[in-house]
């Protein structure tokens, strides 16, 4: 049985982050699978808001299959660097495009990700889309993705060592006792992955050294199965930075709604532009957390509604709380262009007030 995760101070969750981060490093190496139920595990964790799992927490694996797909997604577009016959990126030793039986086919979720991009056709370009608009559709690949996580990376997530069946094992995230090659789809999507106490909360403290490590060493894989060279430029940010592509539609509907000033300092975007490459990927003081919960949402909601687009509010809300909920003392947040204010528990506190207040 393994002990809680985080509950012995410091000294604990810097072990915890430790074995995660190990599972990735030292379990087999012949997919991506790995990387990718762990990324999506921080991130159902993280969009729960306070993650308060004393009691442990329990991950519905439709709701992580649908978290993989979003992964997934960017991922499985033509890269730039391959051959044409060639154009989506493998991942796993054994996904062979285009092969069709046994372990020359394609990689089980990719290619339901794949499958499902082309049903849905051209005009979807997100998956907050598809789940949207091909209900029917989404709910095929989460099906198809759920078994295949079921089967494996469930299963074989906490072994390590190289040899992956006979490797050391100890299943301190969750107990993996129901998951196997056995399980079958319509069995897959009623199973939970039951996180042991203190697990999510370490998961979501952890998220900001995890994630650029998990992205990391998923980038790797992906060179290896391709024969690219590593580092190879622009691989990572093509696969997890996809520059917010297929956003144009939503962006000409914000600036009729909005204006086309800057959504931080007000200042016309052509000469401004500046304020969000300088706050990059930081969070902002409560002032400015104002802002964006006053938004107009009706008219925000109008907007969805036209563009068949997923508003997405409550979920933003919760991440944030979520994000500001774990933000660590001493850390820069962003105040406006050059000027950084640094956490605190008072910064803490005033942030999760705004975000409570616009709770819907
Ligand atoms: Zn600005």
Known sequence: MAAPAADHGSAGEVAFLQRVLSLIEQGQKSATYKPAVLLALINCCARRGHVADAQGMSIPVAELAAEVIRLYWDQVRPYPGLPAARSRLRQGSGDRLGGTSGRLAPARIPAAVDRLRDECGPAVRRP??????????????????????????????????????????????????????GVSGSRAITLTVD????????????????????????????????????????????????????????????????????????????????????????????????????????ALAEIAVDLVWPLGFERSRVTAVSAYSTLADGLPVWEARGVWRLASPDLRREALEVLESTAA
Do not use: Y
Not at 157 to 178: C, H, I, K, N, Y
Not at 239 to 265: H, K, M, N, Q, T
């Open 128 to 181: 907050e889309q598809a789940e949207l608009a091909r209900p029917q559709e989404w709910q095929g690949a989460v099906r198809s993705v759920a078994e295949a996580l079921a089967k494996r990376p469930l299963h074989r997530l906490q072994t390590m060592g190289p040899g992956s069946r006979d490797g050391v094992r100890e299943a301190f995230l969750f107990d993996d006792s129901a998951f196997g090659e």
């Open 195 to 298: 996180l042991r106490p203190g697990v999510a909360r370490a998961l979501v403290l952890g998220a900001p050294l995890l994630r650029p490590a998990i992205e990391v060493e998923w980038s790797r894989l992906v060179a290896a199965f391709n024969t690219l060279a590593w580092p190879e430029a622009d691989l990572r940010s093509f696969l997890f930075d996809p520059a917010r592509s297929g956003l144009g539609r939503v962006r000409s509907a914000l600036i009729d709604a909005e204006g086309s000033g800057c959504f931080w300092c007000g200042q016309q975007v052509g000469s401004d532009g500046k304020c969000n490459g300088d706050k990059s990927n930081r969070l902002v003081v409560p002032g400015l957390l104002e802002s964006w919960a006053s938004r107009d949402r009706a």
